[in-house]
């Protein structure tokens, strides 16, 4: 799935995406590149990365990027268990607050 940031929210995308089960990548793009990618697996945000920073603070600079476009892929499950960074609802909430 492809979308444009101006047509999209990246709340709403990270919402329709987390009803899945399945290992989600969400790779934000903008003109000049790569802009970060948020892995979601059901529910849940596992992990963060925009310019080489990690997490939560990865996760929170998105919201805040210039629009561009969005890819959605699904991809085979990592190896080890990650520790979950959050809900989607929960870290949603944390960045209007």
Do not use: C
């Not at 047509?7 to 000049?32: K, N, P, W």
């Not at 210039?66 to 809900?87: D, I, N, W, Y």
């Amino acid at each position: 799935m492809t979308g444009r940031l101006s047509d999209f929210h990246l709340a709403d995308v990270l919402q329709a995406v987390g009803l899945s089960r399945q290992y989600t990548a969400i790779e934000l793009r903008r003109t000049e590149g790569f802009d970060g990618t948020i892995w979601v697996k059901n529910g849940r945000v596992i992990a963060a990365e925009r310019d080489g920073v990690h997490g939560r603070q990865a996760f929170y600079a998105m919201f805040g990027a210039q629009a561009g476009v969005f890819v959605v892929s699904r991809l085979p499950e990592p190896p080890g268990h990650l520790a979950p960074l959050g809900t989607v609802a929960d870290l949603l909430l944390e960045t209007v607050a």
